[in-house]
């Protein structure tokens, strides 16, 4: 018999095509959704692995530098020359002589090794590796040094202020007492506080190690590279670009540091 509108398992009939046929489309709004789920579950690992590879990647790097003197100060080399490509485009003179012998500072400072920041295994911090560190901090680290340590006519700018800061706090050490401890700390200070504002610095290495290590390359610095770069406000950014930005960035980048630096300064 076919259908027949006037009995009941006709309609069962019915009620069961459309119970199956609900179910069916039930069933692959089910299957779509978990298949939607498993891609975001697997892209997100994916994401999750390369993260962690990178940042295992730069951590092992990290430690090989700790472990190599020679690797250490070659690296220190080829960030100097990076950033002062970067220093360049802003319009830094790198190829004076007053940028070269702050380069030879910066690249002092890690001639007996490079330590690994400890801290760093548990911090958190944005970038996904060193190279991708480098490429954004590199821009910030060049701006960040226009913006707070080069003087501008502007006699309020943050630039002129601390710039002017940062020389006059030297000549009165050096006119009373010389560059000593103090004065590394005195500039240290002054330097960390603007450096830490630089976008990709802050929450990504420990302020108290950054001024540490800031104040340490100061002390130890060469002495008539001091006096050339901080006599003058106009010194002041050729200084904290060719001695400072280098070390600042593979703290940053890679968490290391010129070894005995990451402690505070007697």
């Known amino acids: 018999m076919g259908w027949n509108p006037f009995k009941k398992s006709s309609w069962d009939k019915v009620g069961d095509a459309i119970t199956d046929t609900a179910n069916d489309v039930a069933d692959t709004v089910t299957d779509t959704a978990n298949d939607v789920a498993d891609t975001v579950t697997d892209t997100a690992n994916d994401v999750a692995d390369t993260a962690t590879n990178a940042y295992n990647a730069t951590k092992d790097f ?7 003197t020679a690797k250490a100060v070659q690296h220190t080399t080829d960030t100097c020359a990076a950033q002062a490509n970067e220093y360049a ?10 940028w070269k012998n702050g380069t030879d500072a910066c690249i002092h400072a890690v001639s007996e090794g490079v330590e690994y920041a400890e801290w760093a295994a548990t911090e958190a911090y944005e970038w996904l590796d060193a190279n991708a560190c480098y490429i954004g901090l590199n821009l910030a680290l060049t701006s960040g040094c226009v913006a707070y340590f080069t003087p501008k006519p502007d006699p309020a700018d943050p630039g002129t202020v601390t710039s002017a800061s940062i020389s006059a706090t ?5 006119a009373t007492q010389g560059a000593n401890t103090a004065c590394a700390v ?4 002054i330097i960390t506080d603007s450096i830490w504002m630089i976008p990709g610095v802050k929450g990504n290495c420990s302020k108290k190690t950054l001024k540490n290590v800031i104040t340490n390359v100061i002390a130890t610095c060469n002495p008539a590279v001091l006096s050339v770069s901080l006599a003058t406000p106009a010194g002041v950014g050729i200084f904290i670009g060719s001695v400072i930005s280098p070390i600042v960035a593979q703290l940053v980048c890679e968490k290391v540091a010129p070894k005995g630096m990451t402690k505070a300064v007697d």
Do not use: H
């Open 170 to 174: 030297y000549l009165g050490y050096a």
């Open 62 to 68: 990290a430690e090989g530098l700790a472990n190599d």
């Open 89 to 98: 485009k802003r319009g830094f003179d790198v190829a004076s002589d007053e």
């Open 186 to 189: 005195a500039l240290g200070t």
